[in-house]
């Protein structure tokens, strides 16, 4: 079975300033890689997903993540943050052929600061 | 805005009811999909409707059940509540429920159980 651990549980920084939030997997198989942001009091918005091709990533909202698969490790980056980017994020993979349910890290609390 | 509908934003019941969730999925999807939040757990994947039949179960309990109906719309009933059952519940679609394919959210219903 395929689990998600995101390394740390909150992250607070400066505005401006740069973040990667962590996001390791572990799977037997090949996986597709998600990061979802939730707002609060919202639902989870997509900022960006892996599925297959370069390993480098774009999203919404100028963030990116990294595919890295001898680490197992799908990291989220923004190279300067804003006090609206203040939510928590999520980390999630998906089995290749296996079941279409998403398998969520824990979640980062990203504070941003003024 | 996503385009999923959730009823009702915020539900307080008492241990032993029984409630119904709701959910309307993006125009043209055909897979809904519910998950359940909760502070130890955090985000699990409960189950998968495509077109009406299930397709995926994840962790559910006996007492949980859901169907989609020929509307698309899909309901969670949650029977016999107890107090850990409180948490927040999403439901999410996608089009067909290809492997990869994004799934949208819903804003939540937040379920109190007293």
């Known amino acids: 079975a395929q689990s998600v651990t995101q390394l740390d549980s909150q992250v607070p920084v400066f505005e401006e300033a740069p973040v990667e939030l962590r996001c390791n997997y572990s799977s037997s198989v090949s996986v597709y890689l998600f990061w979802y942001v939730q707002y609060p009091n919202q639902g989870l918005q997509l900022l960006l997903k892996y599925l297959s091709g370069s390993t480098l990533v774009k999203g919404i909202n100028g963030f990116e993540a990294e595919f890295n698969k001898s680490q197992t490790s799908f990291h989220l980056r923004k190279p300067s943050v804003h006090i609206s980017d203040t939510a928590e994020y999520f980390c999630a993979v998906l089995t290749q052929g296996g079941s279409e349910k998403l398998v969520f890290g824990k979640g980062t609390k990203l504070t941003v600061n003024p | 805005d996503s385009g999923v509908t959730q009823t009702p934003k915020h539900l307080i019941t008492a241990t032993g009811q029984r409630v119904t969730l709701r959910c309307s999925p993006r125009s043209g999807d055909l897979s809904v999909y519910w998950y359940q939040q909760s502070l130890d757990q955090g985000l699990q994947f409960l189950i998968q409707y495509y077109n009406g039949e299930e397709r995926a179960k994840g962790n559910i309990l006996e007492r949980f059940s859901a169907q989609q109906f020929p509307d698309l719309h899909s309901e969670l009933n949650l029977s016999s509540l107890e107090l850990g059952d409180s948490a927040l519940y999403f439901c999410?679609?996608?089009?067909?429920?290809?492997?990869?394919?994004?799934?949208?959210f819903g804003p939540g219903t937040r379920l109190l159980v007293l």
């Open positions: 999410a679609s996608s089009v067909v429920g290809r492997r990869g394919e994004t799934q949208y």
